[in-house]
């Protein structure tokens, strides 16, 4: 049974990663230690099985298991958000109810994919997921799934049981005004990781976004300063988050999120295909530019990195 009100859902939320074996199976020792790294830093919330933890290469079972692992290793310490979007209504429907029977406090999911649909099929699509569960549903506007305009997230927000927004875009002045446009009790949560302090000065209730499985302390840090209205030092640590991230992008991407875990001593696994690892010689690459990034800024709060 949820524990937290989606009004209780609001801070730094990782988008996290989903534990692999060897076989490309969910590894459950391996998701239990992510889990418990993570709540241990002081992360305000979960989002679970989304684009970061790669669930379009899963299969319905391991969705599921991911899912109750987690929720059994958090055990009501903090929220958990499920995604549960999927290509056609009805098997999203399914893992609503599936994440709303194992302890989920609330539910998201990308606008339906891979086809054109119009607003009303998306507007439908979302009405019907939201009605079937009692837990909230999140709606989650990003740019792999096909953008939504504003007009059809304002309708969105009309559907009794979908409470807030995920808005993984740099256009943070129509966020603001879909919060604004929406009301106070409209949750919404900004996704671009490099602009997390803008998210917040736009009016947003909480940040979901990959990098905070790595360094999750910036993004506290960030957070604290700007509920202290300290603008400064909100953004030096946004400014060291920043380059973090370019440093190490252009190393696939999602594999690197893997071996930076592994850098932290945290052992998540790696990608499955089709994505692809990165090779000892890239991962070494991306530690000297971390390397020659840390020495530039003169921080310290790289130091938590074996590189």
Same mark, same amino acid.
């Given at each position: 049974?949820?524990?937290?009100?989606? &009004?209780?859902i609001?801070?730094?939320?990782?988008?996290?990663?989903t534990?692999?074996?060897?076989?490309?199976?969910?590894?459950? $020792? +391996?998701?239990?230690?992510?889990?418990?790294f993570?709540?241990?830093?002081?992360?305000?919330?979960l989002?679970i099985?989304?684009?970061?933890?790669i669930?379009?290469?899963?299969?319905?079972?391991?969705?599921?298991?991911?899912?109750e692992?987690?929720?059994?290793?958090?055990?009501? +310490?903090?929220?958990?958000?499920?995604?549960?979007?999927?290509?056609?209504?009805?098997?999203? @429907?399914?893992?609503?109810?599936h994440?709303?029977?194992?302890? !989920?406090d !609330?539910?998201?999911?990308?606008?339906?994919?891979?086809?054109?649909?119009?607003?009303?099929?998306?507007?439908?699509?979302?009405?019907?997921?939201?009605?079937?569960?009692?837990?909230?549903?999140?709606?989650?506007?990003? %740019?792999?799934?096909? /953008?939504?305009?504003?007009?059809?997230?304002? +309708? /969105? %927000?009309?559907?009794?049981?979908? $409470?807030?927004? &995920?808005?993984?875009? +740099?256009?943070?002045?129509?966020?603001g005004?879909?919060?604004? %446009?929406?009301?106070e009790?409209?949750?919404?949560?900004?996704?671009?990781?490099?602009?997390?302090?803008?998210?917040?000065?736009?009016? !947003?209730?909480?940040? @979901?976004?990959s990098?905070y499985?790595? #360094?999750?302390?910036?993004?506290? *840090?960030?957070?604290?300063?700007?509920? *202290?209205?300290? #603008?400064?030092?909100?953004?030096?640590?946004?400014?060291?988050?920043?380059?973090?991230?370019?440093?190490?992008? $252009?190393?696939?991407?999602?594999?690197?999120?893997?071996?930076?875990?592994?850098?932290r001593? #945290?052992?998540?696994?790696?990608?499955?295909?089709?994505?692809?690892?990165?090779?000892?010689?890239?991962?070494?690459?991306?530690?000297?530019?971390?390397?020659?990034m840390?020495?530039?800024?003169?921080?310290?709060?790289?130091?938590?990195?074996?590189?």
């Amino acid at each position: 049974m949820s524990k937290f009100d989606i &009004k209780d859902i609001r801070g730094v939320i990782p988008a996290t990663l989903t534990c692999f074996d060897d076989n490309e199976k969910v590894d459950e $020792k +391996r998701t239990r230690e992510l889990i418990e790294f993570l709540i241990g830093t002081g992360v305000n919330g979960l989002y679970i099985t989304g684009s970061t933890g790669i669930f379009q290469t899963m299969t319905a079972d391991e969705r599921k298991k991911s899912t109750e692992i987690v929720l059994d290793q958090v055990s009501g +310490r903090i929220p958990v958000i499920v995604h549960v979007g999927d290509i056609g209504t009805a098997k999203s @429907i399914d893992f609503a109810l599936h994440a709303e029977s194992v302890g !989920a406090d !609330a539910i998201s999911s990308v606008p339906p994919f891979y086809g054109s649909y119009s607003p009303d099929a998306v507007y439908n699509y979302y009405k019907d997921i939201a009605e079937s569960v009692s837990i909230p549903m999140i709606a989650y506007n990003v %740019a792999a799934a096909g /953008l939504m305009g504003k007009d059809l997230i304002k +309708r /969105l %927000a009309t559907i009794p049981n979908v $409470k807030g927004l &995920k808005y993984t875009a +740099r256009s943070h002045d129509e966020m603001g005004s879909i919060k604004r %446009a929406a009301g106070e009790d409209f949750m919404v949560y900004s996704g671009c990781d490099e602009m997390a302090f803008s998210g917040f000065s736009f009016g !947003a209730d909480g940040i @979901i976004g990959s990098f905070y499985n790595c #360094i999750p302390e910036l993004y506290m *840090k960030i957070y604290d300063a700007f509920k *202290k209205s300290d #603008i400064k030092t909100a953004m030096k640590y946004q400014a060291i988050a920043d380059e973090f991230i370019f440093a190490t992008l $252009k190393y696939n991407g999602l594999a690197a999120l893997y071996d930076l875990m592994k850098l932290r001593g #945290i052992d998540a696994g790696n990608v499955i295909r089709p994505f692809i690892k990165n090779t000892p010689e890239q991962v070494e690459a991306m530690k000297a530019d971390i390397r020659k990034m840390r020495d530039e800024f003169g921080t310290s709060e790289l130091d938590v990195f074996n590189i």
